[in-house]
């Protein structure tokens, strides 16, 4: 996933997903539940391709449940914050 290469790239492009799913309608409840999802998926089948996406991912795999919707909110949070600056 070439979008991982950069972090700045990366921030980016899912705060333009986070943006476009609320323009669609979504909630930030199900947002989150799809950042969730993503997390999953990322943790299990992407290597980690820099420092942040390695803290990210380790945080991930000692998360609880509870704790891994908070880091998806986290991270919401920081994409949005990212394309208002």
């Known amino acids: ?15 333009q997903q986070v943006e476009n799913a609320k323009n669609m309608g979504l909630s930030d409840n199900t947002i989150e539940k799809t950042a969730v999802q993503i997390g999953e ?28 919707h908070a880091l998806a909110s986290c991270v919401m949070k920081l994409v949005q914050n990212n394309n208002i600056n």
């Open 1 to 15: 996933m070439e979008i991982l290469q950069n972090w700045e790239r990366w921030k980016s492009f899912l705060g």
């Open 41 to 68: 998926y990322l943790a299990k089948n992407v290597d980690p391709k820099n420092e942040q996406e390695r803290v990210l991912a380790d945080l991930w795999s000692v998360a609880s449940e509870k704790e891994k």
